[in-house]
């Protein structure tokens, strides 16, 4: 039988030889390549998710009348004969605003009085035939002759200055717009920047008959719209 | 109902609900966008037009007389009526297309004209009325005062037909050179003309029992385009 002498030496002993056993594992498995673990299921190793922002995107146009008139009349007021054409000497300037830098614009008009707005160029009695050009930002007014055509009518109904998307690059389809060869007016009116200005021109025949003798007002209505995808 | 294709058209309905739902989803999701100031997308602006118009009548008196194939010169005896055979032409020109016609009279010699109906020296009782253009002369007593003296010729340009109020009457109130809805043969509204309406004018003459002069009496008789707004 050992004694305790013995047996605290065998205690101090093994401790020694664990440490010693310790540390040179250690060491060793300092010494070694790190082991590849393998993932039994990868497919959840990640999530991801979307966030979606929606731009609070301002249109805007501003409309300014100032100074602009027709031809023989200080401003938009005119006496006119009937059948007869007036067209603006100095255009009315449209500005385009807010922060969205792909803006075209509308145009609709709205008769206020007796008399109505034509939709198609067709002389009738009490109807006026109200024409719009959109152009370049400059002070030569066009003539007569560049402000007609049934398309270039400013009628009842919001209809958009431009061209279809698909005919932008060419010289087809333009509504309120100029053929891109018509110098100095021409400027193009699709998805415009902020800043963009254009003078918008008019053109007003008057009906052959009429059954009133008495000032016939007209809203002319300029909006800014999106220009994306059109 | 079932089919021995139900289970196909079974497969076929819900393609397509689902189709529509990921249709519906994509345009909840994908274009629609906010205008964070909808107050300043459009301005607007005011024209006006004040119109020029053009108000006119022609008067033809080309084949117009007191007598078939007469004129309008005329030898009465005095305190006598003498009526147009054939009236004189009117139509309506220019390009204002509510026009209405004033007629007004003046005496050129020592005749004066008559203001009421009674007889007097000296004065000539002119009446006249306006109405559908053909050529049948209405009788003496189609054109004669009927109340306030309304249809005689004066000195004062007078209004024909009716005041605004009584217009869509359809009425024979407060008529001045205008006849009756019922005299078919003569009528039609001289209210609110379009340009080309044409219409006959006709005319009576009552001479006066006593004069003072032989000589010939001549008449101006003017008829002017008036607007036929509001009145």
Redesign the interface.
């Known amino acids: 039988m050992k004694s305790i002498y013995a047996k605290l030496e065998g205690i101090v002993r093994s401790r020694a030889l664990r440490t010693i056993a310790f540390w040179a594992l250690s060491f060793s498995a300092l010494a070694a390549p790190v082991p590849v673990l393998a993932d039994a299921n990868p497919g959840n190793d990640s999530g991801a998710f979307t966030i979606?922002l929606?731009?609070?995107?301002?249109?805007?146009?501003?409309?300014d009348?100032t100074g602009a008139h027709w031809f023989g009349s200080a401003d938009?007021?005119?006496?006119?004969?009937?059948?007869t054409t007036?067209r603006l000497e100095t255009g009315?300037t449209l500005t385009v605003?807010?922060?969205f830098n792909n803006q075209e614009l509308e145009l609709e008009a709205a008769a206020?009085d007796t008399?109505t707005l034509a939709s198609d160029e067709s002389d009738a009695?009490d109807q006026?035939r109200l024409y719009a050009m959109i152009g370049a930002d400059q002070s030569t007014p066009p003539s007569a002759a560049l402000i007609s055509g049934a398309a270039n009518l400013v009628t009842g109904t919001a209809t958009r200055a431009g061209q279809p998307q698909a005919d932008e690059g060419g010289d087809a389809n333009h509504a309120y717009e100029f053929s891109t060869a018509q110098s100095p007016q021409y400027q193009d009116i699709d998805g415009m920047v902020v800043g963009t200005t254009r003078s918008l021109w008019?053109r007003?025949d008057?009906p052959?008959?009429?059954?009133?003798?008495?000032?016939?007002?007209?809203?002319?209505?300029?909006?800014?719209?999106?220009g994306a995808g059109f | 109902m079932k089919t021995k294709n139900g289970e196909n058209e079974m497969n076929t309905k819900v393609k397509w609900t689902v189709l529509a739902l990921c249709a519906a989803l994509l345009t909840m999701t994908g274009k629609a966008w906010a205008d964070a100031n909808p107050a300043n997308d459009s301005g607007s602006f005011i024209i006006r037009i004040t119109p020029n118009v053009d108000l006119g009548v022609t008067v033809d008196t080309s084949d117009a007389g007191w007598t078939d194939g007469g004129n309008l010169d005329l030898t009465a005896d005095l305190n006598s009526t003498s009526i147009l055979n054939t009236g004189v032409l009117l139509t309506v020109a220019g390009d204002f297309s509510n026009q209405e016609l004033t007629l007004q009279g003046a005496a050129n010699n020592s005749w004066t004209l008559d203001a009421d109906e009674a007889p007097a020296e000296n004065e000539l009782r002119l009446y006249a009325m306006i109405g559908l253009n053909q050529n049948t002369a209405p009788a003496a007593g189609s054109i004669s005062a009927t109340v306030e003296n309304l249809n005689l010729v004066t000195t004062s340009a007078q209004r024909a037909g009716q005041n605004i109020t009584n217009e869509p009457l359809n009425n024979d109130t407060s008529k001045r050179y205008e006849f009756a809805n019922a005299d078919t043969t003569q009528f039609q509204d001289v209210d609110g003309m379009a340009v080309g309406t044409t219409r006959r004018l006709w005319l009576r003459a009552d001479t006066p029992p006593a004069t003072t002069s032989a000589d010939q009496q001549t008449f101006t008789i003017t008829v002017t385009a008036v607007t036929g707004v509001g009145l």
């Open positions: 979606r929606l731009p609070s995107v301002d249109l805007g146009v501003v409309v009348t938009l007021d005119a006496v006119s004969d009937m059948g007036q009315v605003t807010g922060n206020n008399w009695q006026l008019l007003v008057t052959p008959l009429t059954t009133s003798d008495e000032q016939q007002s007209f809203t002319i209505t300029v909006t800014a719209v999106s």
